[in-house]
């Protein structure tokens, strides 16, 4: 099924969930969660949906947009949506109104109760758009491989046009660039390139350090093409590579390797996640390792699935994870590798091309 004769079937698969959660309609405000319900791109717009119903409701600015992306009935509303949500809401008359408790903002919740006059009860609803999200359908595979592949291909260009000396946020433009220029609409999350003792913090902001020969280099980086997005993290060295951080890259590959080994439909993530621990505590590295597993990505970098040690969620084939076990050294330096993996009934297909063979630069 093409992308765009998916949104109506997707709506229809939401409404059992609506018994599940004893309600008769939901007003949906994660912009993400519109955009897969019915493909409308813009940035400001709720949804509301009751069986037989669907209605897009956005502003002025979206007016032609929303009419040639969904087949959804759009209202067009001046100034904030909700004034012109509540009249509708008003005629409607849901009866028990879900909402997306994660999602909506408190002055809308606040405004929605108050203004309700009995015409409807807002029931707070917890991940039901995104719990369905996690199984991908064919059409958003083949989009989250685009995406990945194309990230690869930046990557693998960035890193010919390094040189040592250059900034970290030299590399890191060089890499948003590369992104563009393959057909990115954006990167999916701010890049992260780190030298040196700064690829010990996880979420290392690029600066104005040099990197310099003899180095560790961490690059964590993603694009987002028509929505979609992907995740990579490498750790490559600028020249000679000391033997103990040899060992620890084989150290954190095998971690990385072990994780992939468990996925498969069916497979528990705190398995996936465990398998990797294990590795590194082998190493002696595994209170170094200092966050979760993975995530689910798709419409958004960080979705759920989570992977982690307490997240009791069970892979299912059609799912789209990272597998990114890491090592942090304070005032050292870390590793971390990272691919996106696609959970099939067998196994899974590790979709990242890159190698990842210690790799001198
Ligand atoms: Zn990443
Ligand atoms: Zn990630």
């Not at 599940?20 to 969660?33: F, M, P, Q, R, W």
């Not at 009935?73 to 909402?99: C, E, M, N, W, Y």
């Not at 946020?169 to 060089?174: F, G, I, N, V």
């Not at 902001?205 to 003899?214: A, D, L």
Request: net charge positive; charged share 25%; hydrophobic share 35%.
């Amino acid at each position: 099924m093409p992308l765009s004769a998916e949104y109506s079937s997707r709506r229809q698969t939401l409404l059992p969930g609506f018994a599940e959660h004893k309600i008769d309609g939901l007003l949906v405000t994660s912009l993400a969660n519109i955009r897969y319900l019915t493909g409308f791109t813009g940035s400001h717009g709720a949804l509301y949906l009751a069986p037989g119903k669907a209605i897009l409701f956005t502003d002025p600015r979206y007016t032609l947009q929303a009419s040639q992306e969904t087949t959804c009935d759009v209202r067009i509303l001046t100034g904030s949506l909700f004034p012109g949500i509540v009249k509708a809401l008003h005629r409607l008359k849901p009866g028990q109104l879900g909402f997306e408790k994660s999602q909506m903002p408190y002055f809308a919740w606040d405004y929605l109760t108050r203004e309700s006059k009995s015409r409807y009860t807002l029931v707070p609803v917890d991940s039901l758009v995104e719990t369905q999200r996690m199984v991908k359908s064919e059409a958003e595979i083949a989009l989250i491989r685009e995406s990945v592949n194309l990230n690869s291909q930046a990557f693998d260009r960035a890193l010919k046009r390094f040189k040592p000396g250059m900034r970290e946020s030299d590399l890191a433009a060089e890499i948003d660039y590369q992104m563009r220029r393959l057909g990115a609409s954006s990167t999916a999350f701010e890049t992260i390139v780190a030298t040196g003792a700064h690829s010990a913090l996880p979420h290392a902001r690029p600066g104005e350090t040099r990197i310099e020969t003899n180095q560790l280099l961490l690059i964590d980086m993603g694009a987002t093409r028509q929505g979609y997005t992907s995740d990579m993290t490498r750790t490559v060295f600028t020249g000679k590579a000391a033997p103990v951080w040899r060992k620890r890259y084989q150290a954190v590959l095998e971690a990385q390797q072990a994780s992939i080994a468990t996925i498969r439909d069916g497979a528990r993530t705190v398995k996936v996640d465990a398998a990797g621990r294990q590795v590194l505590k082998g190493y002696g590295l595994d209170k170094q390792f200092t966050h979760s597993t993975g995530h689910g990505l798709g419409l958004e970098i960080h979705e759920a699935p989570r992977l982690g040690k307490r997240d009791k969620n069970v892979l299912r084939a059609g799912m789209v994870v990272t597998v990114e076990p890491g090592i942090y050294l304070e005032g050292q330096g870390g590793i971390r590798i990272e691919d996106t993996v696609l959970v099939t009934a067998s196994g899974c297909e590790i979709l990242t091309p890159t190698s990842k063979e210690l790799t001198v630069v």
